[in-house]
């Protein structure tokens, strides 16, 4: 009884052992092209001086089929070669679709996969509000008439205000990023006024909002009609310019300081008075205040006041500040170590 033969998985060659093999070829056929265009030279001078020399006729003939022979050949390599090279491009061409597919597919994938966290989270966080609606109405059942009066904010707020305030209360901890309204808020180019959040009918608002759009754009991106290049949400910078508070302080000394570059600078008298922090800081650093108000402080300033300034401001001890060279390399050190948080966080 004969054994049966072993079927063997003969797979088609995958597209890049294709494109190898092609190449080869290529190289082949270049180098049986330039051997041949050899000969070809050598055959058409051996005819040409044959005719010159006025050889037999039979020396001229076979000289002659020796050319065309060759020229044959020489014609049928380079229709080879040419359609290898066509071949090649198209090889190049299929590695290139499948490349841009294969990123697309990669992109819309990740979208899906989000978009399937997104909607498993939500539909938890679904069920957990459903949970919170039913005990926000125990809660109000549980306030009576009698315990409402009760109520330390107000004894006018009925047991659903009542229930409502507690379960906001308990909201605003768990949750310090949940407003019953888009809170107001100061950015670096002015005021964005609170803006009440318009309740939507659909019971879905994650599909609304966040995982409707992702689908949406996972199918732009399968078809070609959307980049794979997914945009990400960064984090804008906090301003890092230092607040202009003031210290008060007890000047001891008049001084000068410099409140910007290329301006006057501005003199301090010995007096009580209030200072930029970083201007109070180094005069007491450098003797010309103190933090706390000195013995016999009032005749001394006195004493100071009635002599008056004596020359031109420019004849005041500089300080050696310019307070706002100072804010902005402040703000600038606290920028970079802002990155580098960041970095770490990262």
Excluded: C
């Excluded at 992109?107 to 039913?134: E, H, I, M, P, Y």
């Excluded at 939507?200 to 409707?212: H, L």
């Excluded at 922090?277 to 100071?304: K, M, S, Y």
């Amino acid at each position: 009884m004969r054994r049966p033969k072993p079927v063997t998985d003969v797979s088609p060659p995958s597209i890049e052992t294709e494109l190898a093999g092609l190449v080869t070829t290529r190289d082949n056929l270049q180098a049986r092209q330039n051997v041949l265009a050899a000969d070809v030279e050598r055959a058409i001078a051996t005819r040409r001086e044959l005719l010159i020399q006025g050889g037999d006729a039979a020396a001229i003939a076979e000289a002659e089929h020796t050319v065309r022979e060759l020229e044959g050949a020489a014609l049928g390599v380079a229709d080879a070669l040419a359609e290898v090279e066509r071949r090649i491009a198209a090889a190049e061409d299929r590695i290139t679709d499948d490349r841009i597919r294969a990123e697309r597919e990669s992109a819309a994938s990740t979208l899906d996969r989000d978009a399937d966290a997104v909607d498993a989270a939500a539909a938890r966080v679904q069920r957990a509000v459903a949970d919170l609606v039913k005990a926000h109405a125990s809660l109000i059942a549980a306030i009576t008439p009698i315990a409402a009066p009760l109520f330390t904010k107000s004894d006018t707020y009925s047991p659903e205000r009542i229930a409502s305030y507690l379960a906001g209360q308990m909201l605003a901890k768990a949750l310090p990023s949940l407003e019953y309204s888009e809170a107001a808020r100061q950015t670096r180019w002015g005021w964005i006024s609170a803006e009440p959040i318009e309740v939507i009918e659909s019971p879905d608002p994650a599909a609304v909002f966040v995982t409707g759009s992702m689908r949406e754009r996972a199918a732009r991106i399968r078809d070609g009609g959307a980049s794979p290049d997914l945009p990400r949400y960064v984090a804008p910078e906090p301003d890092f310019m230092p607040a202009r508070t003031e210290t008060m302080l007890w000047v001891t000394e008049p001084f000068r300081y410099s409140p910007k570059p290329g301006h006057v600078p501005i003199s301090v008298d010995a007096r009580q008075q209030h200072l930029p922090d970083p201007v109070a800081a180094l005069a007491i650093e450098r003797g010309f205040a103190v933090a706390a108000e000195p013995h016999n402080w009032q005749a001394t300033a006195d004493r100071r006041r009635a002599a008056g300034l004596r020359g031109t401001i420019w004849d005041l001890p500089d300080l050696g500040i310019d307070l706002e060279e100072w804010r902005q390399a402040e703000a600038d050190r606290r920028r970079q170590a802002w990155l580098a948080e960041q970095d770490l966080a990262a």
